[in-house]
């Protein structure tokens, strides 16, 4: 099995600039990326938390199929998204197709545990360096 670390927790919100300015001014989190009104990154010791305005397909009542009740997404850095994604889907874990979003440096593949909780697959695109190399 290709080697996983944990980079990312992902907190869905309603209001990303306030919960950003929690972090930073009570915890003194630094932030990594521009706030904005859907997104925001901060350094939080050897793992980012990303701070994402609740999309309005996912809110309570909108969607029967989703987990309302945990609104928190562990992101895994991993070398190579799509072979990894391609062994847990022959070993019956369901993982939806790779992503990139624009302005994004990972291509991504969301999951679920066996409980309904949501995960992520990210890797960086080739054009991006790797985190920890020079």
Avoid at 60 to 80: H, I, M, T, Y
Avoid at 116 to 134: H, I, K, M
């Amino acid at each position: 099995m290709p080697a996983v670390r944990l980079a990312t927790v992902i907190l869905f919100c309603a209001d990303v600039p306030r919960l950003a300015a929690f972090y930073r001014e009570r915890l003194g989190l630094t932030p990594t990326a521009e706030t904005s009104e859907g997104w925001t990154v901060l350094t939080a010791g050897a793992v980012e938390i990303g701070l994402h305005r609740i999309p309005d397909e996912h809110l309570p009542g909108s969607r029967a199929d989703f987990q309302v009740e945990n609104n928190v997404k562990l992101v895994f850095e991993v070398e190579d998204v799509d072979t990894l994604r391609t062994a847990l889907n022959a070993q019956g874990v369901e993982i939806g197709e790779v992503r990139q979003f624009p302005g994004h440096p990972y291509r991504t593949a969301d999951g679920r545990d066996p409980e309904g909780n949501v995960f992520q697959l990210a890797s960086r695109s080739l054009a991006e360096p790797r985190l920890g190399s020079a």
